[in-house]
């Protein structure tokens, strides 16, 4: 098994760009989380999802938009990049009926000039 | 709401040193406990977990027990390792509907040969 996915690995990006960071589980999960990693500060969620079609708001939303039309994949869309967006971005998944422990992808390290 | 707190790091130490990384947590209900690693450049993974009062997890060496009276799950290993050097994590999740992890800010090891 894959896991979680994430791409891409690292991405430069101007102010006023947008993207969308992909992540991608083949477990079958029906959780999914986006998390942003800043130094010292841990982990901040932004949004998740508990199955296709329903997401929800985190705590740092805001500049952010997601999307869940499959299980499998939970996207994070990036409008009108600012540099507080500077970060590293973890995507996880849980299953939730097995067992609740997270798995998560290897980030995406976002830099925004 | 839910909180995680640990250890301030970096946390340094020798080759086959005692580690203690003390985390105590908030939770409204009866959360499942877990350590996370992340080691550089990749995403965290689970280390180890307890899901009730009094379980004690273990792998690799490392070991925590669920202290539901003093609300802790504090990380202990007998003599660390060159290789354990790594970000750890202590986290809880609650069900409810959306398992949604909530994480301490980490706490740096060290280890000098």
């Known amino acids: 098994n894959a896991g979680v996915t994430q791409t891409p690995k690292f991405r430069i990006l101007k102010i006023g760009q947008s993207m969308t960071l992909q992540c991608t589980q083949d477990?079958?999960?029906?959780?999914m989380y986006w998390y942003r990693q800043d130094p010292g500060m841990g982990l901040k969620l932004i949004y998740y999802s508990v199955g296709a079609g329903i997401t929800d708001k985190g705590e740092v939303p805001n500049g952010y938009n997601v999307s869940r039309s499959t299980t499998e994949d939970f996207p994070l869309r990036l409008e009108l990049a600012a540099p507080s967006q500077t970060s590293v971005y973890f995507c996880?998944?849980?299953?939730?009926?097995?067992?609740?422990?997270?798995?998560f992808g290897q980030g995406t390290r976002l830099t925004v000039v | 709401g839910n909180s995680v707190t640990q250890m301030e790091g970096p946390v340094t130490l020798s080759e086959e040193a005692f580690l203690t990384i003390n985390c105590t947590y908030t939770?409204?209900?009866?959360?499942?406990l877990f350590w996370y690693v992340q080691y550089p450049g990749e995403g965290l993974q689970l280390l180890l977990k307890?899901?009730?009062?009094?379980d004690k997890g273990s792998n690799k060496g490392f070991e925590a027990t669920y202290r539901k009276e003093t609300t802790s799950f504090h990380l202990e290993k007998g003599s660390v390792q060159v290789s354990d050097s790594a970000v750890y994590f202590c986290a809880l999740s609650e069900g409810g509907g959306s398992y949604i992890p909530t994480f301490g800010r980490g706490t740096s090891l060290i280890v000098h040969p």
């Open positions: 477990m079958n999960h029906n959780y």
């Open positions: 307890a899901t009730k009062a009094d």
């Open positions: 996880a998944s849980i299953s939730g009926t097995v067992n609740t422990e997270a798995f």
């Open positions: 939770a409204t209900g009866y959360p499942s």
